[in-house]
């Protein structure tokens, strides 16, 4: 869903919560920012189907007919908007501080705070440390993460370029995206392959550039009783240990320093680390979020990897 048909939905449901009396469409079109003021058809259209949608999220709008009036009102009723009171256990308030501390560096960090301190404002103990003794592997620095998100939601095909596993090679994808599953702290999106004709699983990290959708939302059908795990379930490729060579800054990356095997101090404003690692692509995830402060020097794959996230971003 674009940013601007979010606000659209957004200020529509204020607007008819915040009313004393149900408004007309016109009075909606007048007041909520979003709707074509120009063409009666456009918005006639675009105000049916966004009701269905907050009626489909399970927003009532009312509809109210009144017999002086030549057309019908809406409104929200507040007493059926708002959620009841919620209480939960304790063990399900700490399954909800580990879930956002899943999401705190996803592009739902946001969101997943939120949704914490309105249970705090609604009385409920959400003890925030409950999970610091559960260590969490999940990592969402992907580039790709948001789009196939989103994706996945809209079941929308999506269209991407990605190195196979052991080869420097790029080839296009078109992919009807089933879900995006964690296994062992990597990211995969689980889908059937149109070029192939198969279902197939392919790890986030591995694709290199921009993913673009085709087509409309909802074109997406995901198959009856598919289990998404058991597709991402092939053993890790065997990959070796291996040594990287980085530059860093002086003063910065504490975290890096503290997981080097050596740090050798230089005279030129950067020290140089060595760091052990089995995957590229981690590494390159890890270190491009550290930005200017870092350099990989070797191995060359590695540095090629960093490379291409910091393109992809920048793109």
């Known amino acids: 869903m674009s940013r601007r048909k979010t606000e659209r939905l ?22 909520v920012p979003g709707y074509d003021r120009d063409g ?32 019908p009102g809406y409104r929200i009723e507040r007493e059926s908007y708002e959620l009841p009171e919620i209480t939960l256990e304790p063990d399900e308030a700490a399954v909800l501080g580990l879930a956002a501390q899943v999401w705190q560096r996803a592009s739902l960090a946001e969101a997943a705070s939120g949704a914490l301190l309105k249970l ?53 994808r078109l992919v009807e995206p089933w879900g995006v599953v964690s296994r062992r702290g990597r990211w995969y999106l689980a889908g059937f ?14 694709i290199t550039g921009q993913v673009t959708t085709v087509g409309r939302p909802g074109a997406v059908e995901v198959p009856e009783g598919v289990d998404l795990r058991a597709m991402v379930g092939f053993p890790d490729e065997p990959m070796e240990e291996r040594t990287a060579v980085i530059r860093v800054r002086q003063g910065a990356c504490e975290g890096l320093r503290q997981l080097a095997a050596a740090v050798h101090a230089g005279t030129d404003g950067w020290d140089e680390a060595e760091l052990r690692f089995t995957d590229p692509e981690r590494l ?16 060359p794959d590695a540095r090629e990897a960093v490379i291409r996230r910091l393109k992809g971003a920048l793109a």
């Open 284 to 299: 390159a995830g890890w270190m491009a979020s550290l930005g200017s402060d870092v350099e990989v020097v070797e191995p």
């Open 40 to 71: 009666d058809e456009a918005f006639q259209r675009m105000f049916e189907r966004d009701k269905n949608e907050l009626r489909e999220i399970g927003i009532p709008i009312d509809v109210v007919r009144d017999p002086w009036e030549d057309e």
């Open 120 to 172: 705090r404002a609604g009385g409920v103990a959400t003890d925030a440390s409950a999970g610091d003794a559960l260590e969490l592997r999940l990592d969402t620095r992907d580039p790709a993460f948001p789009a196939l998100w989103d994706a996945v939601r809209d079941r929308r095909v999506v269209r991407f370029d990605y190195r196979g596993a052991g080869s420097e090679s790029v080839r296009s």
């Open 10 to 31: 957004l200020n529509l449901v204020i607007c008819l919560l915040a009313t004393r009396r149900p408004l007309s469409a016109e009075q909606i079109r007048q007041a």
């Open 193 to 206: 392959d149109r070029g192939r004709e198969a279902p197939r699983a392919f790890r986030l990290s591995r």
